[in-house]
């Protein structure tokens, strides 16, 4: 997105947002949940510790930013270009020993290059308006340092605001279909992973489509799993080279909540003498996606229950055919129902 066109958005938030007059610090939790930092002198395989043991995402680096697991994902493909590259001790050692600092001035270069909404910053006073916040975070930050003066004061994730958004539902159309405001794709145009893939493969996907999840498909094209920069975390010096196994065993493996993917496709209906009978799965039900005629109210309930930073938009064949992230719905608060009319002038330029 243009400079031009990004004004435009943060135009509608100064004047018509329903969040215009509301400030930064009227998200923040009253209880500041458990803060985790690293420093810059430490290395990835410290980050990937500290990531796996809490949970989180990203970490906030002292004095230098924030770093995240998609940060991971494109240093991982830079390092092993290749399956091979993955018992090659020398890459594997420059991987897990990159300091923290090396691997934030890499990225973020990277990220600025391939996200033009990407803010570099990766903070906002507490005071400012909440709309300087939903805009840096529907560019791509996780979490975002508040501060004070030259002071960080304390952090806010995506899923804090989220949780304010869930209690302030009369600001916008709760209940209006999902797929009003999500942009769908039509096949093929939507990233995805193939069954076939190896996990190194649509790791590869990650950074360069800028996208921290991809749906993985089967040969019908329905959707069996989700790869995410998330699943890295549990990476280490003794299963790198998992990141060589076909990607559904190592979404088995290295997250283990994705796997009743798995059982659904094993209990999923098929018609060998006709491909163009396929029933979609019946049950249990998927929680990681969503229809496009679900209410707006309900996707967000969903994914704050799920803890999770994305849901599937998939049809009746159960194919994705598009994708609702925290960011996504950050973008449809900020603008209020003005969403669909700055959404239609974007795709038509």
């Known amino acids: ?14 004047i018509k947002s329903p969040v215009a007059g509301l400030r930064v610090r009227d998200v923040v939790p009253r209880q500041q949940h458990e803060t985790v930092t690293i420093e810059s002198t430490q290395s990835i395989e410290d980050a990937l510790q500290l990531l796996g043991r809490h949970g989180f995402l990203s970490l906030p680096v002292v004095g230098d930013g924030v770093i995240d697991t998609l940060d991971l994902a494109l240093l991982a493909v830079a390092i092993f270009s290749s399956v091979a590259k ?21 990225c973020l270069e990277y990220r600025l290059e391939s996200n033009p909404v990407f803010d570099a910053r990766g903070s906002v006073a507490v005071d400012a308006p ?15 340092q508040l501060t004070a003066g030259e002071k960080t004061v304390r952090h806010v994730s995506q899923s804090d605001v989220l949780r304010f958004m869930a209690s302030n539902l009369h600001l916008v159309a709760a209940t209006r279909e999902i797929s009003t405001a999500v942009r769908l794709l039509p096949r093929g145009i939507l990233v995805t992973a193939r069954t076939t893939d190896t996990a190194l493969a649509a790791l590869s996907k990650l950074p360069r489509h800028a996208v921290s999840a991809v749906p993985v498909v089967d040969d019908r094209g329905r959707l069996v799993g989700v790869f995410s920069a998330s699943d890295l975390r549990h990476l280490d010096r003794a299963n790198i080279r998992d990141l060589g196994l076909p990607v559904l065993d190592f979404i088995a493996t290295h997250a283990p909540k994705n796997r009743h993917f798995r059982t659904l496709l094993q209990r999923q209906p098929t018609d060998d003498d006709n491909d163009d009978v396929v029933e979609p799965p019946q049950a249990p039900p998927l929680p990681y996606v969503c229809k496009p005629t679900d209410a707006f109210d309900l996707v967000l309930y969903k994914i704050l229950a ?16 598009g994708v609702v992230s925290m960011g996504d719905l950050m973008r449809i608060f900020l603008l209020g129902n003005a969403a669909e009319n700055a959404q239609r002038a974007t795709i038509e330029e």
């Open 1 to 14: 997105m243009h400079d031009g066109r990004r004004d435009n958005y943060k135009l509608w938030a100064t």
């Open 86 to 106: 993955l018992s090659d001790e020398i890459a594997v050692n420059k991987f897990f020993e990159t300091t923290i600092g090396d691997a934030v001035d890499a």
């Open 130 to 144: 909440l709309a300087d916040l939903l805009d840096m975070m529907w560019g791509g930050w996780h979490r975002v």
């Open 306 to 321: 799920l803890k999770v930073h994305r849901l599937f938009v998939v049809d009746d064949a159960f194919s994705p055919i």
